[in-house]
């Protein structure tokens, strides 16, 4: 289950939720009991480690399609 950021506006008070996806957003301020309850935008909490996809997939090697272009770049060794 995903944990979701809440704020409330009124009072400020912030709180992580776990929630399931098809859980309706909570609105009520647990502390002040406005209805000013909402959920933040905020970043992904994980990170890819290991030889997983990262160093496998994503990581350029020095050298590789900077120097020539290459045929698994989209735009023929043009990076920006």
């Given at each position: 289950m995903p944990i979701y950021e809440y704020r409330c506006s009124s009072c400020g008070t912030q709180k992580d939720v776990m929630q399931k996806l098809s859980d309706a957003p909570l609105t009520k301020c647990p502390e002040c009991g406005k209805e000013t309850f909402a959920k933040q935008l905020s970043a992904a909490g994980f990170q890819l480690k290991?030889?997983?996809?990262y160093a496998t997939d994503f990581k350029n090697k020095p050298g590789s399609c900077e120097a020539s272009p290459c045929a698994s770049c989209p735009s023929a060794g043009a990076h920006s």
């Open positions: 290991g030889n997983g996809y």
